[in-house]
């Protein structure tokens, strides 16, 4: 398929109102926001990492290097007796004192979605930036928290709705972060079928990631 077959497309599929834009890390890195390794090297050393002995600090960049970020993450709360709640705690607080929304919207993309017809957004992203720009009286929500009718929201034509898929900074209890609370998320049968009603009647547009990402090969695989 040659490029401009692939745009044309594409833009029926958006015209047709059944493009959802995806929305990895690599939007928020223009507001001051770390991406997941810098995220996870940050809190292995305020958690004491650099403390112990053995060169736990080492494995741990050596993981992050291959975008295993659960590797990482399991060193942080095996080696430094860490709890889930802790790894929470320190990303929702993380995140939302890193946000710098003095950005000129020539350098980043937010308001440039804000601007398209889209009425559904799904983001692994923890932070509310994109609500920022959007306008909508529905706050963002959690996927695996919507207890109305899927089918009805998914084939609204005018309501803007952003679906977090791993949690947001609003609830630190929500973060998925490690593999323990991935495979929690992605074995419940509710979130399996919430999320299953998007992917199998709409077409995901993924912008801000890295494929070499596991989380998002992980996505794709399921």
């Known amino acids: 398929m040659s490029n401009k077959t692939f745009i044309n497309e594409l833009k029926d599929i958006y015209e047709d109102g059944y493009l959802v834009p995806f929305i990895g890390a690599g939007l928020s890195i223009p507001f001051s926001v770390p991406d997941w390794g ?11 990492i650099k403390e112990i002995e053995l060169p736990l600090l080492e494995m741990v960049e050596h993981n992050l290097e291959k975008y295993d970020y659960w590797e990482a993450v399991r060193l942080i709360k095996n080696y430094l007796n860490r709890s889930e709640e802790d ?3 320190y990303v929702a607080r993380t995140v939302n004192a890193s946000i710098n929304l003095d950005v000129d919207k020539s350098n980043h993309n937010y308001s440039d979605l804000s601007k398209m017809s889209f009425t559904s957004y799904i983001t692994t992203n923890y932070d509310h930036i994109l ?3 959007l306008m909508s009286n529905f706050i963002p929500i959690n996927l695996k928290d919507i207890n109305s009718n899927i089918q009805n929201i998914v084939n609204s034509k005018s309501e803007k709705r952003i679906f977090h898929l791993h949690g947001h900074i609003s609830d630190s209890s929500s973060i998925v972060l490690s593999h323990d609370k991935y495979m929690e998320l992605y074995n419940d049968d509710k979130y399996k079928i919430l999320f299953s009603t998007f992917t199998n009647t709409k077409t995901f547009l993924f912008i801000g990631f890295s494929f070499n990402d596991i989380f998002i090969q992980k996505i794709i695989k399921e």
Do not use: Y
């Open 38 to 48: 810098n995220l996870i090297r940050n809190c292995a050393i305020e958690m004491g």
């Open 87 to 89: 790894i929470q705690q």
């Open 131 to 133: 609500s920022e720009f």
